[in-house]
């Protein structure tokens, strides 16, 4: 018997336009299971209803691929990646792609490092760290073609955050919610600068919801000036 209302998720994917196989509808079934599980222990989400996993958690992770095309193959990074969301359900629904999920808090790191093993998957793994850190290490510094981020911070910080890590030529892909227009104005300079470009910010409704996310879709057109990204401090202040 599943854990999670399977045939929900699979429509309300489909209505994404992704097509998900019995193998990974059982893999996100699992990973649910083992979320839910690991959070009696550890607080790694408020949202643990199966019915809400599969609307607020996975659907809403997968309007990120209805909002942008990701190519087989792709080297890809979750930025504040919390327990998993939304890299976790993008790489079950695209096991072609090479997974990174950056995670501050060391938990969250070891719990998403378990759910890889237990589900699985390949060309993925959790890294411990900070994206204002990482931004200037070589080996992840414009090495990715797509980075998403899930509520992570305001444009401003998480455009500063992200595009250092984006290879020209790559995209940002930030889930937002809607009336986000005065944000994307006040953030559009700091774009410019380190070298990226609005491209469009389609509102995408998650299937079974009254919710509209706004995902920002951000090209990186050129390299990012090095000295970005900043210290965390001036970032925010």
Wanted: with cysteine; aromatic share 6%; glycine share 8%.
């Amino acid at each position: 018997m599943s854990f999670l209302p399977l045939e929900r998720l699979c429509s309300g994917a489909s209505e994404l336009g992704i097509e998900l196989t019995n193998h990974q509808l059982d893999q996100l079934d699992r990973f649910a299971e083992f979320l839910v599980e690991i959070n009696l222990k550890f607080n790694l989400t408020r949202i643990t209803d199966p019915e809400d996993i599969v609307t607020s958690h996975y659907l809403d992770s997968l309007t990120c691929l209805a909002a942008l095309n990701v190519e087989p193959g792709e080297r890809v990074m979750d930025v504040g990646a919390g327990a998993g969301f939304p890299g976790i359900p993008i790489k079950i629904a695209r096991p072609d792609i090479n997974l990174t999920l950056l995670e501050a808090t060391r938990k969250k790191v070891d719990f998403m490092n378990d759910a890889i093993g237990l589900l699985g998957l390949k060309d993925a793994n959790a890294m411990h760290g900070r994206a204002e850190k990482i931004g200037h290490d070589p080996a992840c510094r414009e090495r990715f073609g797509i980075v998403y981020a899930r509520a992570l911070s305001g444009m401003k910080v998480l455009v500063e955050l992200c595009l250092p890590l984006v290879r020209v030529g790559g995209y940002v892909v930030a889930q937002k919610s809607s009336g986000i227009e005065e944000e994307l104005a006040a953030a559009q300079p700091m774009i410019g600068q380190l070298g990226g470009r609005i491209e469009r910010t389609p509102a995408i409704h998650i299937p079974g919801t009254d919710i509209a996310r706004t995902l920002v879709v951000i090209s990186k057109t050129k390299p990012t000036p090095e000295r970005f990204p900043r210290a965390y401090s001036k970032i925010v202040g």
